[in-house]
């Protein structure tokens, strides 16, 4: 069942509306706020106060979907949470380090092995070379197992088509499919980020592996980087600060919309529950927008809970994996998530539905056939 675009507004045109608003809000309720910058194109460098500041893309959902990255400026040090997709955006952040501090980075998380989160390591280690890449031991067997084959079949797609070929195939099919033309546009905004980078795209692997919890001390200042479960993948690392109630999530929580690309859904239920137990006051998602409070974490957690049980349901009333789409029926959680944005509702089919029914299905042990 295909929904037919509005005649207007565009989605990015309503999001930035969105968060004019916000922007508005927030001046009138906890002025003075310094206006977000802007240190790359596409993204926006945010300064939360302490030594802490947040590069995000502008728009979570437009390509190349992107994760946050998180700068921890200690008394000593710096430390920083996940390396973007595009390494030129990874090197705009060191430039912009090199501006605020002389202190050198000495820490690079990777909260997962996703390249949306690694992709610039090479770019620290050949800025920072002491700096050690901290990640969970899974994160590191993914990557040696996965990375380079993902990046592979990035240049092959890349090599097969010319970015303004993309643009005129969405314009062609705009019409009569607008969600694969989204997608052919999402696609050429990765194409166009990316494909300058891969003649010196190189993984520099995590080099500072932990299993629980590793725990630093810098000043008056404790960060704790742990593993509370498996959740969006096997290694979720997060990035905890007790003292200020900071937690940088990756991609356990992404923001407007989860992803759930094999993620082991039954125990993300849960693992999301501890997220919770922390009391965080300030959660910075793996993508999209700082939260202030826990209102989205419970979001996503009824979700993630809603999705397992409708799936549980359909696998013990006998439904086959051909007609689990049909059979979940997740209608008010659609609503809140996608909030009429045509944008959202794709990202809520491509990334979270499609994907998770499947990684749900799995991890209720059920067999999936061989073509999906
Ligand atoms: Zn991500």
Do not use: C
């Not at 692997?205 to 932990?210: E, G, I, M, N, R």
């Amino acid at each position: 069942m295909m929904k037919l675009l509005p005649e207007a507004p565009l989605p990015w045109s309503q999001a930035r509306k969105r968060r004019h608003f916000l922007l508005a809000s927030a001046l009138l309720l906890f002025a003075p706020v310094a206006l977000a910058e802007q240190i790359y194109p596409g993204y926006t460098w945010q300064d939360l106060g302490g030594g802490l500041y947040v590069h995000a893309r502008v728009d979570p959902l437009a390509g190349p979907v992107d994760g946050n990255s998180t700068v921890i400026v200690n008394p000593e040090d710096v430390f920083v949470v996940d390396t973007h997709i595009n390494p030129a955006a990874a090197r705009a952040v060191i430039a912009k380090i090199r501006q605020i501090t002389d202190k050198p980075v000495t820490h690079v998380v990777n909260t997962h092995w996703h390249d949306d989160h690694t992709n610039g390591n090479h770019a620290y280690r050949q800025a920072f070379p002491e700096a050690k890449i901290v990640a969970h031991r899974a994160t590191l067997d993914s990557l040696e197992q996965e990375w380079q084959a993902m990046e592979d079949q990035r240049e092959e797609a890349y090599r097969r088509v010319a970015g303004r070929d993309v643009l005129a195939a969405a314009e062609a099919v705009q019409a009569e499919d607008p969600e694969r033309a989204m997608g052919l546009r999402l696609f050429a905004g990765y194409r166009d980020a990316l494909e300058p980078e891969l003649p010196t795209m190189e993984l520099v692997y995590p080099d500072l592996l932990f299993d629980d919890q590793l725990t630093f001390t810098r000043g008056a200042r404790t960060i704790v980087v742990s593993w509370l479960g498996r959740a969006n993948t096997d290694g979720d690392a997060l990035v905890w600060l007790p003292e200020e109630k900071v937690l940088v999530t990756g991609d356990v929580l992404v923001a407007p919309v989860p992803f759930a690309y094999d993620s082991p859904m039954d125990d993300w239920v849960d693992t999301l529950g501890r997220v919770a137990e922390l009391g965080a006051e300030t959660i910075v998602p793996g993508h999209g927008a700082v939260q202030r409070d826990a209102r989205y974490l419970e979001q996503v957690g009824r979700l993630l809970a809603a999705t397992v049980s409708a799936v549980r349901e359909a696998g013990e009333a006998g439904v086959a994996y051909a007609d689990l789409d049909g059979a979940v029926e997740l209608g008010e959680l659609e609503r809140l998530f996608t909030d009429g944005d045509p944008l959202r509702a794709y990202a809520w089919r491509t990334y979270f539905v499609t994907p998770g029914l499947k990684s749900a299905w799995t991890s209720l042990g059920y067999p999936v056939p061989e073509e999906d």
